[in-house]
């Protein structure tokens, strides 16, 4: 079956240190692969996406991600954790054969500490 | 400009009863999309429209869930005898595009089935 997993429910870093969300896919083939955020009472906003070509996609509000092949993962990162990235966090991957269907992961709370 | 909109932002409901949920899309987006919201978990895939047509229903539950987007551009999601497990927020997300572009979405319908 097609999926993504969040592997944690809650990430706790320091103002200032790097943050790394996980996620890991399981979809044959080239996957579609996107990051989005939730914050309190708000819709989920589009992050990042990676589709093809360099493994190291950037995003919104300095955000990136690392798409592994090998290790058919595709974790966020940012350098520099800031409060306001206090949020909840959803990896997501196009279905292979459907390309309007969309599996999202359970979901990363992310928890900046001052 | 305006957003993805949803109304009504929460909804309570007895048992056995019937609701409406209503999506309005950022206007000029054909790709209209819903999902389903359980705590604790990520959104799961409902209903897909491209245009006024439902491309992929794949994801009802079952057949009391209905969907329509009659001008292509409104969506009404449509439950029927409701069930205790029906309670979740419901979302709705548009795109530009199909496939491969990133989706906007709403703040979501809470539903309770009491």
């Known amino acids: 079956a097609q999926s993504v997993a969040q592997p944690e429910d809650q990430v706790n870093v320091a103002e200032g240190n790097p943050l790394t969300v996980k996620c890991t896919y399981s979809?044959?083939?080239?996957?579609?692969l996107f990051w989005y955020v939730q914050y309190p009472n708000r819709g989920l906003q589009f992050l990042l996406k990676?589709?093809?070509?360099?493994?190291l996609v950037k995003g919104s509000y300095g955000f990136e991600a690392e798409f592994n092949k090998s290790q058919t993962s595709f974790h966020l990162k940012k350098p520099s954790a800031l409060v306001s990235d206090s949020a909840l966090y959803f990896c997501?991957?196009?279905?292979?054969?459907?390309?309007?269907?969309?599996?999202f992961g359970s979901g990363t709370k992310l928890n900046v500490k001052p | 400009g305006a957003g993805v909109s949803q109304t009504p932002s929460n909804k309570v409901t007895e048992k056995g009863k019937y609701v409406e949920l209503r999506c309005d899309p950022i206007?000029?987006?054909?790709?209209l999309y819903w999902y389903r919201q359980s705590l604790g978990q990520g959104p799961e895939f409902l209903i897909y429209f491209q245009g006024t047509g439902a491309a992929d229903d794949s994801g009802l539950p079952n057949d009391r869930f209905f969907a329509v987007r009659p001008e292509g551009s409104v969506s009404t999601l449509k439950i029927q005898r409701t069930e205790r497990g029906d309670s979740a927020v419901y979302l709705c997300?548009?795109?530009?595009?199909?496939?491969?572009?990133?989706?906007?979405f709403g703040p979501g319908t809470r539903l309770t089935v009491t």
């Open positions: 979809v044959s083939g080239n996957p579609y």
């Open positions: 997501a991957v196009r279905d292979k054969d459907n390309f309007n269907k969309f599996y």
């Open positions: 997300a548009s795109s530009p595009g199909a496939g491969g572009s990133e989706q906007y």
């Open positions: 990676y589709i093809t070509g360099d493994n």
């Open positions: 206007s000029g987006h054909t790709a």
